[in-house]
């Protein structure tokens, strides 16, 4: 039996067949390496996001450190303020009588002025000269001279703290994980007032220079020894804020921060930049940004607090305590004022990406805000055009009650605003809603 014979169109057709076998199985091929490309780039997308976020937040950081922590005259004008609190205030006046006591010895002083029938007085006398050299102490600190001299203090305790990582700091030392603030100065301006309030507990007038000016001479430990006749004990008056064996590692990682802000800065755009490149879908890569912004932020957030509950636990508590942490929230005021913009940027930013978005819940909130604000703008043209044609008849016929509850207006407002560029700006709306009222009447009228 013969078989069927092969017609050129059947042939025809079999090729025809095999090469649309062949084209998709290359257009198969072109779809799978299609979507293999569109999974990495999303990949990277989602990889660059978070790493976007940390530069951000790590150059705010940076940023911060050195426009306040490193730089002298902007940390001046942030620890100017402290003194004015009383936590901080406290602190250091009951750190400074303590200090004069322990190298005064009063109680001493006085069983040795005392008769021997008298000398189970010298403890309760001491309790009140300690008393009033407390009061001395408070007053001084709360003083202008003191806020001076506390301004210029600082400034040469930063200027000098710069240089601790070469170990040239007197004021800062690091070799022993320690940091000494110098409250010689207030010392010797309380010294100064105990010498003229209570001559007869040194015995003579002290001859100590007057440091309202703010400016601290160089010798003046030499001179506060010789006043006193005593040898001062190496660490006097230096209030010790932070110990914790950590600080140069702590500072050498501002330092290298503050070299690495401009990096930092460049990162993250181009980072951004590129994700944003790569993304096949940049409204998603946005929204990560945002979620990793805010987590970023938080976590920076966290690590500070968790940095400041270190440095609270090493100081002892109550008084001193208290004053470091309200030093420590007014210095870092700033950077936590950017931490929370960070965290809205972020939150605003997914929120902003997710609305845009083609889901069904920002579909149906943009199509209703469309819809109320064309309700809202016939609405407005509805009232303006009632306004326009009613409303100067109602001025008319309620000319003199308008006018009378403008003059009440200003006068309850004259009375809450106590300034007199508050009271003037008041009586020019005054005069100004006075005659446009009687214009708008007459008009009417006419």
Do not use: C
């Not at 303590?98 to 009063?106: G, K, N, R």
């Not at 140069?248 to 800065?265: F, H, I, K, M, P």
């Amino acid at each position: 039996m013969s078989s069927p014979r092969t017609t050129p169109a059947d042939a025809e057709a079999a090729r025809l067949r095999d090469e649309v076998a062949a084209l998709r199985g290359r257009l198969d091929d072109r779809r799978r390496r299609a979507a293999l490309r569109a999974a990495a780039r999303r990949a990277a997308a989602a990889v660059l996001a978070p790493v976007v976020a940390l530069a951000v937040v790590a150059g705010t950081v940076g940023l911060w450190a050195a426009a306040t922590a490193l730089d002298t005259d902007r940390w001046v004008r942030a620890v100017a303020p402290l003194p004015q609190q009383p936590a901080v205030a406290a602190a250091v006046s009951r750190y400074a009588t303590d200090q004069l006591f322990d190298v005064l010895d009063v109680e001493r002083r006085l069983r040795a002025v005392l008769p021997d029938q008298a000398a189970f007085a010298a403890g309760p006398l001491t309790s009140q000269v300690r008393q009033s050299v407390a009061g001395t102490v408070d007053k001084v600190v709360g003083g202008e001279a003191f806020q001076r001299i506390w301004v210029e203090a600082n400034r040469r305790l930063h200027r000098q703290a710069v240089a601790v990582l070469d170990g040239t700091s007197t004021v800062v030392t690091a070799g022993d994980g320690h940091v000494r603030i110098d409250l010689l100065p207030l010392i010797n301006q309380v010294l100064r007032q105990l010498s003229a309030q209570m001559p007869t507990l040194f015995g003579r007038r002290l001859s100590l220079p007057d440091l309202t000016s703010g400016q601290i001479p160089d010798n003046l430990r030499r001179r506060v020894e010789a006043a006193l006749g005593v040898t001062l004990p190496a660490n006097f008056a230096q209030f010790t804020v932070y110990d914790g064996g950590r600080l140069r590692a702590a500072q050498e990682a501002v330092v290298v921060l503050r070299r690495s802000v401009a990096g930092l800065a460049a990162a993250a755009v181009g980072l951004l930049a590129l994700a944003l490149l790569v993304s096949p879908g940049r409204r998603r890569t946005l929204a990560q940004l945002g979620i990793w912004l805010v987590l970023a932020a938080v976590a920076v957030t966290a690590a500070l607090r968790a940095a400041r509950g270190e440095l609270l636990a090493a100081v002892p508590a109550g008084t001193y305590r208290d004053g470091v942490a309200a030093a420590t929230s007014t210095v870092t005021a700033l950077l936590r004022t950017r931490g929370e913009q960070l965290v809205w940027l972020g939150a605003g930013l997914t929120v902003v990406m997710y609305l845009v978005g083609p889901g069904r819940l920002p579909t149906w909130l943009r199509r209703a805000v469309a819809r109320g604000g064309r309700a809202v703008a016939r609405g407005t043209r509805s009232a303006g055009r009632a306004l326009a044609g009613r409303g100067p008849a109602w001025v008319r016929r309620h000319l003199d009650a308008l006018r009378v509850a403008g003059v009440v207006a200003a006068a309850a407002a004259a009375l809450l605003l106590g300034s007199w560029p508050a009271l003037l700006a008041v009586a020019v709306l005054l005069a100004g809603y006075e005659a446009a009222v009687t214009l708008v009447g007459r008009g009417a009228r006419a």
